[in-house]
């Protein structure tokens, strides 16, 4: 038994002086002197030896003891002197930078919008997401029967109401909410069930203004549109209108920007295909008009006393053009490869 003690004396001590940190100590310390070790054993059966063989097991167990404990002891101190050094400041080391975060390229397409747009008088509007029909389709004239419906397939709720598929929902939500005049913008996210390509997104962003008051005319749209656009992309962009049809202006219109990525050189049907513009030289933008007289209508507005223009402008394809990303399914891969680049 002796023998027995011996060994476990030195096995417990090379373990002990071996421990790598504090937790491992901790585990030695309850495996070889815990209330259920092999010692402690040993130690409570002692009584029941004979009487010769009595003293000289606990002699064995009690120098077991000490030398154990002496172990612990000093593996103790030597792991906590060990610990104090490794947290030492190197005041020679060069300092660590902390990460700044930056915008988002959308967002900063945003904010420079709503910039431009507030020094033209215009104030920022907020509307759900999520929405109902009303006011994503009917208030904006476009009844269940209407073809333009189809177009903007969208995401359903169980209790009927839908993500927005334009932030023309937020004009009816304003014009509702007070009397003319009024002159607001409103960014935000849109949903679709488009096919996901280099261009189109299930999730993309518009920022929607309309100007109701006396007097508005289309010159003021296109002179308003002209500016944005020559703010956002620089004075060497051109921007082209195209006759089009909204059910909630009348009459509409989508505008183009000319493609930043190829400059329109890509215009050669022969010559290869740029990604963004599809060889056209333009990229399509947004859709905008005069408000139709219905629409007026249906939120209480005399469209005898009152005119106004509305636009939607998508921002995704704006931060495209202007950093000359070719895919928009970058922007929401939350790949920080990609974000901190900007
Ligand atoms: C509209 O959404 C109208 N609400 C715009 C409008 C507002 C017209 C006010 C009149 C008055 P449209 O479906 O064309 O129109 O979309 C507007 C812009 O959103 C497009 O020109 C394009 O830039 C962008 N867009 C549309 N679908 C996608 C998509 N799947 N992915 C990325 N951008 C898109």
Redesign the pocket.
Known sequence: MIEEIEQLQEEAVAAIQGAADPVALEEFRVRFTGRRSQLRTIMSGIGDLSEQERPAVGQAAGRARKAIDAALHQRTRTLEEAGRESSRIDVSLPGRRPMSGVLHPLTRVAEELVTILEGMGFTVADGPEVDDEYHNFDALNTPADHPSRD??DTFYLKDGRLLR????TV?IRVMESGPPPVRIISPGR?Y?R?TVDA????V???I???YVDKGVSMGDLKATLTAVGRRVMGESTRIRLRP?F?P??EP?V?YDFSCGLCSGADSDPGGPTCRLCKGTGW???????M?DPAVFEAVGYDPEVYTGF?????F??ISMIRHGIDD?RLFLENDLRFTRQF
Do not use: K, P
């Open positions: 177009l903007h598929t334009q932030t023309s004009q849109v679709r488009d261009t189109h997104h299930m993309f962003h518009q929607e203004g309309l089009h909204f909630f202006t509409s989508e990229i399509e933008i947004g859709g905008a008009g408000v509305a636009f939607g402008l998508g995704d394809r928009i």
